[in-house]
T-cell receptor, first 118, second 113 residues
Framework: GAVVSQHPSWVICKSGTSVKIECRSLDFQATTMFWYRQFPKQSLMLMATSNEGSKATYEQGVEKDKFLINHASLTLSTLTVTSAHPEDSSFYIC??????????????FGPGTRLTVL | KQEVTQIPAALSVPEGENLVLNCSFTDSAIYNLQWFRQDPGKGLTSLLLIQSSQREQTSGRLNASLDKSSGRSTLYIAASQPGDSATYLCASEGMDSSYKLIFGSGTRLLVRP
């Protein structure tokens, strides 16, 4: 199957700093990518839909000015957590949608990025 | 608004046992239903995807069923092995063409040797 990578796999930062997480589709083009957040022992919560060449669509309750999403190319979306605080510490996972047609479109998930804010 | 629920939240079984994981959803207007596996600290691995027009899908020892009318899906694991220990998540995709997946809370499975 297709591969989605994330970088970095883990990051520790000080409160108040900004952190950028990259999501790449390695062997296919993805016009749509998704960003999820997962707290310990909880499920994935969709944060936003990243659309290539246009603004991201944020889910209710997600601050767009805090979680900046850029989808500048068909293989790369970035999530920047601005002015990070300890409560932003979480596991961030992206997914990319591969268009296969005929109802066979598939989302592939990245390995996740563990963010710890001190 | 779609809500996806998984029961049980945790399950511990001896090796070799057959088991069933349950997933229920409130809105039957789904495009598909997907089962994933997540190992601790890792991303998601897709196991099975059932289109709304299908009743079940099989892959090796795994069988997933879908009953839209009752809003339920099950994942059946035959002859469980310690390597099956992981968290299993189900997710539904709606008919609104947004491609969004709504995830259940997951079932943490432990298969004891």
């Amino acid at each position: 199957g297709a591969v989605v990578s994330q970088h970095p796999s883990w990051v520790i930062c000080k409160s108040g700093t900004s952190v950028k997480i990259e999501c790449r589709s390695l062997d296919f083009q993805a016009t749509t990518m998704f960003w999820y957040r997962q707290f310990p022992k909880q499920s994935l919560m969709l944060m936003a839909t990243s659309n290539e060449g246009s603004k991201a669509t944020y889910e209710q309750g997600v601050e767009k000015d805090k979680f900046l999403i850029n989808h500048a190319s068909l293989t790369l979306s970035t999530l920047t957590v601005t002015s990070a605080h300890p409560e932003d510490s979480s596991f961030y996972i992206c997914s990319a949608r591969e268009i296969m047609g005929e109802g066979m479109d598939t989302q592939y998930f990245g390995p996740g990025t563990r963010l710890t804010v001190l | 608004k779609q809500e996806v629920t998984q029961i049980p939240a945790a399950l511990s079984v001896p090796e070799g046992e057959n088991l069933v994981l349950n997933c229920s959803f409130t809105d039957s207007a789904i495009y598909n239903l997907q089962w994933f596996r997540q190992d601790p600290g890792k991303g998601l691995t897709s196991l099975l995807l059932i289109q709304s027009s299908q009743r079940e899908q099989t892959s090796g020892r795994l069988n997933a069923s879908l009953d839209k009318s009752s809003g339920r899906s099950t994942l059946y694991i035959a002859a469980s092995q310690p390597g099956d220990s992981a968290t299993y998540l189900c997710a539904s995709e709606g008919m609104d063409s947004s491609y969004k997946l709504i995830f259940g809370s997951g079932t943490r499975l432990l298969v004891r040797p």
